[in-house]
C-alpha cells in the first residue's frame, strides 16, 4: 500500500491568521482566548471566547466575502494556504477531492437570515441564504475554486469533524478514488444561539475575570470548554504523486481510525473504551505499535468528563509514554475545525520534533489517569518524535484518531 | 421622485455593492448577465436593494424582462411613487 504524505498546510485561528504565526504563538504558548465585547454578552453566563486572530473578511475580495458565510471564508482562506503551501500541484481535477468537516456549518448566516425573516418578512432573506448557511458550503467553496472534480465532501461529526475529514482524506486515496484530497475542518458559529445552547449543558467555562486562564485541560479547576472559530486544511498526496513532481513532504499520514461511543448523545462512555478503540484501530490502520508514539495531541476541551475518559483511552490504546499536549489551552474549541488545526500542530511537533506546552494545566487533576500520563506543561519539549497521534471525539459519540509518521 | 441622473448613480452603487460592477461601467445599454457577469442570485439581491431604495416594487415576472440596466432605469422611474 502506498503511503499517504502530507505536503501543504493552511489555517487561520484565534492565534494567527495563518500556520506560521498559528504554530509561533503555540510553542510561546500564547493564548488566543479573550472576551466578547458584543452587548449581547451580558447576559451570557460564559463570555470567554476564541476569536479570529486575523478578520477574514478583510483578506477576501468585497463581492466575494459578501457570497460566503464567515465558516466558507475561512475555509477558502486556509485552502489558498495549504494550496500555495503544497507548491499549487498539477493535478488533474477528476483525481483532486476536497473533504471539510463541520459541526454547524453556516450557522451565523442560518441565525441572522433567521433574524431577517422575523424582522422584515420572506421577501428580504436573501437568495445566498442557502449557498451561505448549507454544511456542505465550505467544501463546495473550496471545491469550486480548486475545480475539484472527484468528489467534495463534508463529514458532519460535531467536535471530531475535522480529523474524521482528513480520515476520509486518507480513505479516498487509498481507495484509489483521488491522488490529491484538500482535507480538514472549518467552524465559526460565535453567536448568542449557539453560546446560549452550550451554557446551558454547563459546557462553557465560566471564568469570565481570566480569559486567558479559563481553558485548563486537565486541570482540577477546569470548568468547561472555552468556544473559538478557525479554520485547517492540509494537502494529502499519494507518496508517488508528491515524489514525482518533487513536492516538500511535511510527515506521512499513516493511519486513521474512527468509532462511536453510541453510549450516550453527549457525555463521552466514561472509560473512555470506544475512544481507545479509534486510537487503536488508527495504530492497526497505520502498521505502527503503540510504543512507538511518542506524542499525542490530545482532544482536551477542559470539560470535566471529557478529560478524564480521554486519559483512560490514551493510557488504554498508547500507555503512558507518549507526551501529551491539550492546545485548546491556547486556541480555544473549534469545534469542527479542532481535529484538523490539531492535525496541524501533531505534523508540526514532528518536522520540528517539539511538543507544544499545555497551558494552564498548574494543577492536575487527582484522579489516577490523568495522573499518569506524561502531559507537557508550560513550556514546549523539545525530543525525538517518529510518529504522532491527534485524537478527537464530538457530541454523538464521535471518536476519531489520526496517526502521523515523521517524512 | 428621483431624477433618472439619480436613479442611473443609485442603482450603479447597488451594482457595486452587490456584483462588484465598477460605477463607470453601469452604462444603460449594458446587459446586466452578458455586459456585467451578474447571476440570477444577484440578481434578486440588486432586485431587493432597488425595492428598498427606490420604494418601488419588482414582481418575478417583471424582473424577468429587466436585462440592462436602462431597463431597470426606465421601470424605477415609471414606478417609483
Request: glycine residues 10%.
Amino acid at each position: 500500500m502506498s503511503d499517504i504524505v502530507v505536503t501543504g498546510l493552511g489555517a487561520t485561528t484565534p492565534l494567527g491568521g495563518d500556520v506560521a504565526s498559528t504554530w509561533a504563538a503555540l510553542l510561546e504558548g500564547r493564548s488566543g482566548i479573550g472576551l466578547l465585547t458584543e452587548a449581547w454578552a451580558e447576559q451570557m453566563p460564559a463570555r470567554v471566547i476564541g476569536r479570529l486572530a486575523v478578520e477574514p473578511s478583510e483578506r477576501l475580495d468585497r463581492v466575494k466575502a459578501r457570497r460566503l458565510d464567515r465558516c466558507q471564508q475561512i475555509a477558502l482562506l486556509a485552502a489558498r494556504e495549504a494550496w500555495a503551501d503544497a507548491g499549487s500541484p498539477e493535478v488533474d481535477p477528476e483525481r483532486l477531492a476536497v473533504v471539510i468537516g463541520t459541526g454547524v456549518g453556516g450557522a451565523l448566516t442560518m441565525l441572522d437570515q433567521d433574524d431577517e425573516l422575523e424582522e422584515r418578512g420572506p421577501s428580504r432573506v436573501s437568495p445566498m441564504a442557502v449557498p451561505m448557511l448549507m454544511p456542505n458550503g465550505s467544501a463546495a467553496a473550496v471545491g469550486l475554486e480548486l475545480q475539484a472534480r472527484a468528489g467534495v465532501h463534508t463529514p458532519v461529526s460535531a467536535c471530531a469533524a475535522g480529523s474524521e475529514g482528513i480520515s476520509l482524506g486518507l480513505d479516498l486515496i487509498r481507495a484509489g478514488r483521488a491522488d490529491v484530497v484538500v482535507a480538514g475542518g472549518a467552524e465559526a458559529c460565535i453567536h448568542p444561539l449557539p453560546m446560549a445552547g452550550f451554557s446551558r449543558m454547563r459546557a462553557l467555562s465560566t471564568r469570565n475575570d481570566d480569559p486567558k486562564r479559563a481553558s485548563r485541560p486537565f486541570d482540577k479547576g477546569r470548568d468547561g470548554f472555552v468556544l473559538g472559530e478557525g479554520a485547517g486544511l492540509i494537502v494529502l498526496e499519494r507518496a508517488e504523486f508528491a515524489r514525482a513532481r518533487g513536492a516538500q513532504i511535511y510527515a506521512v499520514l499513516a493511519g486513521a481510525g474512527v468509532s462511536c461511543d453510541s453510549f450516550d448523545m453527549v457525555q463521552p462512555q466514561p472509560e473512555g473504551d470506544y475512544a481507545a478503540l479509534a486510537i487503536r484501530l488508527a495504530l492497526r490502520s497505520a502498521g505502527i505499535d503503540a510504543a512507538e508514539i511518542g506524542h499525542v495531541n490530545a482532544h482536551a476541551t477542559a470539560t470535566p468528563a471529557g478529560d478524564i475518559a480521554e486519559a483512560g483511552a490514551i493510557l488504554n490504546a498508547i500507555g503512558d509514554g507518549a507526551a501529551v499536549a491539550g492546545t485548546k489551552s491556547m486556541t480555544g474549541h473549534m469545534l469542527g475545525a479542532s481535529g484538523a488545526v490539531e492535525a496541524i500542530f501533531t505534523i508540526l511537533a514532528l518536522r520540528d520534533q517539539i511538543v507544544p506546552g499545555t497551558q494552564n494545566a498548574e494543577d492536575l487533576d487527582d484522579d489516577p489517569r490523568v495522573q499518569a500520563l506524561d502531559i507537557v506543561r508550560g513550556a514546549p519539549r523539545k525530543t525525538t518524535l517518529r510518529a504522532a497521534v491527534n485524537d478527537s471525539f464530538g457530541f454523538g459519540g464521535h471518536n476519531v484518531a489520526l496517526v502521523f509518521t515523521a517524512a | 421622485m428621483a431624477t433618472t441622473e439619480e436613479i442611473q448613480s443609485g442603482l450603479a452603487e447597488i451594482l457595486e455593492e452587490v456584483a462588484g460592477v465598477l460605477p463607470a461601467d453601469a452604462t444603460p445599454e449594458k446587459s446586466f448577465t452578458e455586459d456585467l457577469d451578474v447571476d440570477s442570485l444577484s440578481m434578486v439581491e440588486i432586485a431587493t436593494a432597488v425595492e428598498d431604495k427606490f420604494g418601488v416594487a419588482i414582481p418575478d415576472d417583471e424582473l424577468a424582462n429587466i436585462r440592462t440596466v436602462g431597463d431597470a432605469i426606465s421601470f424605477i422611474e415609471k414606478n417609483q411613487s
